[in-house]
Every structure is written in C-alpha cells, then in structure tokens.
Nanobody, 112 residues
Framework: QVQLVESGGGLVQAGGSLRLSCAASRIILVTMAWYRQAPGKQRELVASITRGGSTNYADSVKGRFTISRDSTKSTIYLQMNSLKPEDTAVYYC????????WGQGTQVTVSS
C-alpha cells in the first residue's frame, strides 16, 4: 500500500503560477501521474513521469506545465505556469501498483 498526499493548490489569477507537490509514503519506482477533474467532467490525465524521468503531457497543458520527480523518487511535482480559467479543477496524484492509488486531491482555481 501507499499513501499519497497532495499540496500546493489555491486560488490564482489567469496567467499566474502554482506548484503542486505529491508526497508518497514510500519510494515509488513506477510511473506516477497527475490527473484533474473539473466540475461535471471526467477525470483526465494531465501529466505523467516514468521511473527514468520520461514525461508525457496532455495537449492542453504542453508548454505550460512541467512534471518532475525528486531524487528520492517519493515526491513528484507539477509546476503550472500561464494558468487559464479552464485549468480550474481538483488535481489528483496517481500511482498504479496493480491497483490505482489516489491522493485526496488539491483544489486549483484560476480566476479570469
């Protein structure tokens, strides 16, 4: 089992930046990811990072968001720049260990 704890969400104006963190309760040596879910919409993949550091992004965030992973491999980050109102959502950390584990989510609200 693993516990995931997100932090760093908040309210920001359009064009601003936020940095999300996700701390895992133990070292994770598989792909970790950020998802988001806006009201009335399905949860969607935002970005993922492999054990080796390869990254993947949703088209809607390419060039604005950066996912990274610390050397201990137990924390991942999501640097979000040039935020838009449509980025407003609850952001979740995810890891698949034969079963999907999710954090509790952190709210990101971007005002226009």
């Amino acid at each position: 089992q693993v516990q995931l704890v997100e932090s760093g969400g908040g309210l920001v104006q359009a064009g601003g930046s936020l940095r999300l963190s996700c701390a895992a309760s133990r070292i994770i040596l598989v792909t970790m990811a950020w998802y988001r879910q806006a009201p009335g919409k399905q949860r969607e993949l935002v970005a993922s990072i492999t054990r080796g550091g390869s990254t993947n992004y949703a088209d809607s965030v390419k060039g604005r968001f950066t996912i990274s992973r610390d050397s201990t491999k137990s924390t991942i980050y999501l640097q979000m720049n040039s935020l838009k109102p449509e980025d407003t959502a609850v952001y979740y950390c995810n890891v698949q260990l034969g079963y999907p584990y999710w954090g509790q989510g952190t709210q990101v609200t971007v005002s226009s």
